[in-house]
């Protein structure tokens, strides 16, 4: 191994965890660390997701150090942008600044049994150290699947934790790949300002209200005058939330209350049956992650928004073609037999990739399979991605645009045919008994 410095501890990631960990080791006297980051500032993934929306399900007061509470929290559950700069606070706060490596990307560790230290090469220099604390976040590095097709693509891939805030969506059709935890937080965000929006639904989801609200300033100087009350506000969040927690390892059966209860929040803002029906969950809540948001039904209930569910298998030049041999292009979609395309539009639907016309197609990835069973042509030309999924989706119709979503929301862009990528991550054995997933 080239030249290095050697610490006594290397803190991979500085997010909440690698923040933590520093803070902990400068309260135990050890100042002979370094933390590892190989973004330009701190945050993690409050740092590479700034989506429409983006913000915290946990109560801000519980969703921060219990060394460092806040008292200046301006909502119950507060933004992307009021948690970073939560984080750069408590940076700047305990003295962690020398410590930082900014554009530091661990590319390899080894264990050396002879001197008993890992070798560290990043992409800012090699270090050695006795101790190496991973935090570097399960989901950090996003990896496109390899779906059939996906290289013929005429476009661009994105992924939702690189948002392009220069594109306007005002005006423009969109479509939503998922119903995961940054879903139903760019819906609500978005849907006012677009012109259609369709919601591409592989599971539906249990939502349940979120109490958000501001918080007044007299509220929060109270907290400042009184840092008690922070605490206690802070003890009486875990402990409704270890409840919880009781109720779904120890008392499943009694979730059927809380289930009702969702069922209601959808009531109340969804009045047509039948979307009702494709919204409900057919598992018990609590078997997959419940939602938090009050937003989210109002904005499906929209006239410009649509509720669509299926799932991509593989990408034809600009078609997308799902798991039930639906197939969907500009223009046109189709179930079996001859693709149905209207004259005026089929020179344009088969249209070579290279064609002026199809050119600036942008897409954001995203983790949901997604597609359309198309009783008739698409109306978006814009498609947002969410978690979970390993698929792809393409645009149709005229030429827009996509955005994506952190969890893996897209959308589509300018140029035609367009496609959206739901990424798997990829998680990266970077030495013996050190899985490092990413920064």
Same mark, same amino acid.
């Given at each position: 191994m080239a030249e290095h410095e050697h610490v006594r501890v290397a803190v991979i990631g500085s997010g909440f965890g690698g923040l933590g960990a520093a803070v902990r080791l400068r309260r135990e006297g050890i100042t002979d660390f370094v933390v590892l980051e190989r973004a330009g500032g701190v945050g993690g993934t409050w740092r590479d997701n700034s989506y429409p929306g983006c913000a915290c399900d946990v109560p801000s007061h519980l969703y921060s150090f219990s060394f460092a509470p806040n008292p200046d929290w301006p909502r119950s559950f507060s933004g992307q942008e009021h948690i970073r700069a939560y984080l750069e606070r408590v940076t700047d706060t305990f003295g962690l600044r020398p410590h930082l490596r900014f554009n530091a990307e661990v590319k390899r560790?080894?264990?050396?049994?002879?001197?008993?230290?890992?070798?560290?090469?990043?992409?800012?220099?090699?270090?050695?150290?006795?101790?190496?604390?991973?935090?570097?976040?399960?989901?950090?590095?996003?990896?496109?699947?390899?779906?059939?097709?996906?290289?013929?693509?005429?476009?661009?891939?994105?992924?939702? /934790?690189?948002?392009?805030? !220069? *594109?306007?969506?005002?005006? &423009? =059709?969109?479509?939503?790949?998922? #119903?995961?935890?940054? %879903?139903?937080?760019i819906v609500p965000s978005i849907q006012p300002q677009v012109e259609k929006l369709t919601l591409f639904q592989r599971t539906p989801a249990w939502v349940l209200p979120r109490m958000d609200r501001p918080i007044g300033a007299a509220e929060r100087a109270v907290h400042r005058a009184l840092p008690f009350t922070t605490k206690l506000r802070r003890g009486v969040l875990w402990g409704l939330r270890e409840l919880q927690v009781q109720a779904f390892t120890k008392h499943p059966g009694e979730l059927g209350f809380v289930e009702q209860l969702a069922?209601?929040?959808?009531?109340?803002?969804?009045?047509?049956?039948?979307?009702? /029906?494709?919204?409900?969950? !057919? *598992?018990?809540?609590?078997? &997959? =992650?419940?939602?938090?948001?009050? #937003?989210?039904?109002? %904005?499906?209930?929209?006239?410009?928004?649509?509720?669509?569910?299926?799932?991509?298998?593989?990408?034809?030049?600009?078609?997308?073609?799902?798991?039930?041999?639906?197939?969907?292009?500009?223009?046109?979609s189709r179930e079996g037999g001859d693709p149905v395309v209207h004259a005026e539009e089929a020179a344009l639907a088969k249209a070579d990739p290279t064609d002026p016309r199809l050119a600036g197609a942008t897409v954001y990835s995203s983790l949901e399979p997604c597609a359309r069973r198309a009783s008739r042509p698409a109306p978006c030309a814009r498609l947002i991605l969410d978690a979970g999924v390993r698929r792809v989706v393409t645009a149709w119709r005229e030429p827009d645009t996509f955005v994506t979503d952190a969890d893996g929301s897209a959308v589509l862009a300018d140029g035609g045919a367009t496609v959206l990528v739901l990424p798997e991550y990829e998680q990266r054995a970077k030495a013996p008994n050190a899985h490092l997933l990413g920064g």
């Open positions: 560790m080894t264990w050396d049994a002879e001197r008993l230290r890992w070798d560290i090469e990043t992409t800012a220099g090699n270090w050695s150290a006795d101790v190496v604390v991973s935090a570097t976040g399960p989901l950090s590095e996003p990896k496109l699947p390899d779906l059939p097709g996906l290289d013929g693509f005429p476009g661009k891939v994105f992924h939702s /934790a690189r948002w392009d805030h !220069d *594109y306007d969506l005002r005006g &423009k =059709r969109v479509a939503v790949i998922g #119903t995961g935890a940054s %879903a139903i937080q069922k209601r929040n959808m009531a109340r803002a969804v009045k047509d049956p039948a979307l009702r /029906a494709k919204l409900t969950p !057919d *598992y018990r809540i609590g078997c &997959k =992650r419940i939602l938090l948001s009050s #937003t989210y039904y109002p %904005a499906l209930a929209q006239p410009n928004v649509d509720v669509v569910a299926s799932g991509l298998s593989e990408v034809r030049g600009s078609t997308l073609v799902a798991a039930d041999g639906t197939e969907l292009a500009r223009g046109h």
